[in-house]
């Protein structure tokens, strides 16, 4: 009777997108094809996916969690971002020109420019800052590239992005630390730094810790070329620092995913992270250290959407320990998969079924049912296995 299922499936399923950011529907996160591509393509496209991110998405959402992104601007109309972004709504509530919520900026309903000391301004936006914002909490959408689909969404579309500008260079120490104080004092939980900052003092260090003491968590990038000095912010502690490497599926032993790193890390450095991220289109350039940075606060995010108690000494426990670390470096990748199964306690259940399709080929269907820490089916996906390199979906069944 299996047999007959997954022809069924084979026949009418492949078409089906999902449309909601609900982790059951939605499985897709950095570019994973809805339809086969040839070689050419899965480089340019596929090479950028790494659909194992999708299971932080399994993790249960019990909090809302807000996370400020200090960059350059973030768009409003971009049709994956429009609607991710918090606001003040007691400001957007209340009189032009007055302090209403009393946090000492005027006027600052959609965030604010601390390079230029004004409200955000939300008719700008950047490839750099959009990226930025995408792969933390992009809605999926479908994006067509000579003739092929792409769904495409961000690593935690559940959160909401508190946009903070910091002009076309990076903020001195002490705006940089007004901007860290500000979205602490704001609600933010954690804390987006793509770029580098650097501090001779301790301007940027009490900010870091005023942000501990509040249980908010401050990413940021390290360097793409050459080596931080201890006035860096990626050196300094509390802070947790990402390095960048390459992610490319398919290409290791048995046909398993690889992650090399060609970014530059130190000791200081915490966690290297893929660097090639597509989380929305016509975003520009995505790669570098500036990619790595918001993959690991989304999902930091999603740990503290699940649990918002957690320490920051509990959340390098909770991240180390679900790791793997690229020998022979020393750094460390944190696993979405590792995650949900053993710090959340689900299940991923696989196997796969030789069947034959309705023109009477046989062919392999990889089937993945993942399972929450009660029991229950959290979502299962059928794909069509076409050689041993193939790795894209092409079938699912949502129950």
């Known amino acids: 009777m299996i047999y007959y299922f997954l022809i069924f499936l084979v026949t009418f399923t492949t078409a089906i997108v999902p449309a909601t950011t609900d982790a059951v529907a939605e499985d897709r996160p950095f570019g994973q094809a809805l339809t086969y591509l040839k070689r050419s393509l899965y480089k340019i496209f596929i090479a950028v996916a790494n659909s194992e991110y999708k299971y932080v998405m399994d993790i249960p959402k019990n909090n809302e969690v807000i996370v400020a992104v200090i960059d350059d601007h973030m768009s409003s109309d971009h049709e994956s971002l429009q609607g991710q972004y918090w606001v003040n709504t007691k400001e957007q509530n209340g009189a032009t020109g007055v302090d209403d919520d009393g946090n000492g900026y005027i006027d600052d309903i959609h965030g604010w420019d601390f390079d230029g000391d004004q409200p955000y301004k939300i008719q700008f936006s950047s490839p750099h800052g959009n990226q930025v914002a995408g792969i933390i909490m992009g809605n999926p959408i479908t994006e067509t590239y000579s003739g092929y689909e792409h769904r495409i969404r961000g690593v935690n579309p559940d959160v909401k992005v508190m946009r903070i500008y910091q002009g076309d260079t990076v903020l001195n120490a002490t705006k940089a630390a007004a901007a860290i104080r500000y979205a602490v004092d704001n609600g933010a939980k954690v804390i987006n730094l793509s770029h580098a900052q650097y501090d001779s003092g301790n301007t940027l260090k009490d900010a870091i810790a005023y942000a501990k003491t509040n249980g908010v968590f401050i990413v940021i990038g390290g360097p793409n070329t050459g080596m931080s000095s201890n006035t860096d912010m990626d050196t300094f502690d509390d802070v947790f620092a990402v390095a960048r490497m390459n992610y490319t599926p398919g290409y290791g ?147």
């Open 253 to 399: 032993q048995d046909n398993s995913d690889i992650y090399h790193l060609t970014g530059v890390w130190h000791e200081k450095i915490d966690y290297c992270l893929p660097q090639k991220m597509k989380a929305i289109s016509n975003s520009g350039s995505n790669t570098g250290t500036s990619f790595s940075t918001p993959l690991l606060s989304g999902i930091i995010a999603r740990l503290l959407m699940h649990d918002n108690t957690i320490t920051h000494d509990e959340m390098r426990t909770i991240l180390d320990d679900n790791s793997i670390t690229l020998n022979p470096y020393t750094c460390k990748r944190p696993s979405a998969e590792l995650l949900f199964k053993n710090y959340y306690g689900g299940q991923i259940l696989r196997k796969s079924v030789k069947v034959q399709n309705p023109s009477g080929k046989e062919v392999i269907m990889n089937i993945e049912t993942v399972v929450s820490s009660s029991g229950a089916v959290i979502r299962r996906e059928v794909r069509h296995v076409n050689s041993g390199r193939n790795r894209y979906w092409v079938n699912k069944v949502v129950e």
